[in-house]
């Protein structure tokens, strides 16, 4: 094994170091042994919101699972989802990384059925429900089905990450609260019911126009992810900004959604452009940090989603005038990764800068665990072991999470919906998230134009 560093650790190992007490070397070996195992149901065919929910289950899974993703589906089914080169879905999911089986395999960590049920189940097997503005899970035993409604990949992205969250929590004995009845979430009706009518949403009739990206670590990866899967008819009518200036390293492919197999030092803003423009959406880039100096003119008219993981950049956010700002920041450690803390501006009971200026940069209460985890015995000062100690935990799978709650605020904004403007999610957690709503103010996207959505013929 490698020794880590500050360019290859897998930083998702971090928390069974801190669970578990053991060491870097003995917390890759319990993610190569975790299996993940996907079953493919009839509610696929032609539906955007499953199919969206299997992908991000491998493209997540397989991060988080490192003994690999199996799927059981149907061969030849139609992508209902946008995709270079009009793939199959299981052509999809094979480029994804995950291996198509007849069977299951003898030894599966989690099961999670799929757009369907499954018929001979085990006690910790989960169902997975989406429509396009819910996602959620229940024991698969229950046979549950969420009552059919509007169809758009957005809800089926949060159901497969919270899929895959669950399962892993479970398997890495993070959590003990498993699931027993259906849990899950409305984009539409961030704090209510997930199951009552209302909360089911509108069809999709529009599509944001003007789109700026702040950071491409694996929650703006994310964002793109969900932004990708949307029904554009013509991408390039998009006009979307990505601005970042690091580079990527393997120790980002765990979490990052959009790494696949380019080359260790490619900047974070071509990675992402290439995945962009592939599936052709035209971009702009700015390689360069985002600071106090950045200014808009008046006639740009862009929403900004924020994935910064320090405080001091989100300070500046309302400084460059964006009409609309939607910004996600995550938990750090083993007990709080999986916690997504959710702002948007401007107009807010408290700006940016009060939020974040006061808030310590430095990650504290690191344990005698993690320290001795990665400890390198080339390196007896210590220096590179209290940083690689320091870094927060991350993983692909509460990033797509991140990700569908933020795009969702955006959809929901252009649709008539109530603002948000605080929220706390806790993806362990059985209860709905706690909610900071303005049904009163309507987001202002529509000053910021907005696109048609479209379906393709044979989908409609």
């Known amino acids: 094994m490698d020794l880590p560093d500050e360019n290859n650790h897998n930083r998702l190992a971090r928390a069974l170091i801190e669970r578990h ?14 299996r993940l195992h996907l079953v493919g149901g009839e509610q696929l065919v032609n539906n955007r919101a499953y199919q969206a929910a299997l992908l991000t289950a ?30 199959r879905l299981d052509q999809i999911v094979e480029e994804l ?13 989690q099961t999670l ?31 549950f089905r969420l009552p059919p409604g509007p169809d758009h990949p957005v809800g089926g992205v949060l159901a497969g990450a919270l899929g895959v969250a669950r399962g892993f929590l479970r398997v890495s004995e993070l959590s003990t609260r498993f699931v027993t009845s259906p849990v899950g979430y409305s984009l539409w009706e961030p704090g209510g019911n997930w199951l009552d009518d209302d909360a089911a949403g509108p069809e999709l009739a529009y599509l944001p126009q003007h789109l700026w990206v702040l950071g491409l670590g694996h929650l703006g990866q994310a964002f793109l992810w969900n932004v990708g899967l949307l029904p554009f008819s013509t991408p390039s009518d998009l006009e979307m900004v990505l601005q970042d200036y690091d580079r990527i390293a393997p120790a980002n492919r765990s979490a990052g959604l959009l ?11 071509r990675l992402c452009a290439q995945w962009l423009e592939a599936r052709g959406f035209a971009t702009k880039l700015v ?31 309302e400084m460059p005038g964006f009409k609309c700002i939607v910004e996600c920041g995550l938990g750090s450690g083993a007990d709080d990764f999986d916690q997504i803390d959710f702002h948007t501006f401007p107009s807010a009971a408290q700006s940016p800068e009060s939020l974040w200026s006061a808030q310590d940069e430095v990650v504290g209460g690191v344990s005698d665990n993690l320290r ?38 955006v959809l929901r904004g252009l649709h008539g919906g109530g603002s948000c ?40």
């Not at 189940?121 to 698969?140: E, K, N, Y």
Request: proline share 7%; hydrophobic share 35%; charged share 20%.
């Open 58 to 87: 491998v493209n997540t899974g397989k991060r988080a699972f490192l003994g690999g993703v199996t799927v059981q589906m149907p061969r030849n089914m139609p992508s209902a989802l946008p995709w270079p080169g009009n793939k």
């Open 372 to 409: 001795r985890a990665y400890q390198r015995p080339d390196e007896p000062c210590g220096i590179l072991g209290e940083t690689l100690a320091n870094k927060s935990l991350s993983s692909s799978f509460v990033g797509a999470f991140a990700g569908a709650v933020a795009l969702g605020e």
């Open 287 to 317: 390689e360069r940090k985002f600071d106090q100096t950045l200014r808009l003119d008046g006639a740009e008219k862009f929403v900004a989603f924020c994935g910064f993981d320090k405080a001091l950049p989100r300070t500046y956010l």
């Open 21 to 34: 007490g053991c060491s870097y070397e003995e917390a890759l070996t319990m993610l190569d042994g975790f």
């Open 259 to 269: 790494y696949g197999e380019q080359p260790a030092g490619l900047l974070k803003t």
């Open 421 to 460: 403007e605080a929220a706390t999610f806790r993806l362990r957690s059985n209860s709905s998230p706690q909610t900071v709503t303005i049904p009163s103010r309507i987001m202002p996207l529509a000053e910021c134009g907005f696109l048609n959505a479209h379906c393709s013929p044979q989908y409609i």
């Open 113 to 143: 059925a799929i757009g369907g049920t499954l018929g001979d189940s085990g006690h910790d097997d989960l169902t997975v429900l989406a429509s396009g503005w819910r996602g959620g899970l229940a024991p698969a035993q229950e046979n």
């Open 97 to 109: 990384g995950a291996q198509i089986v007849s069977e299951p395999p003898d030894a599966t960590s």
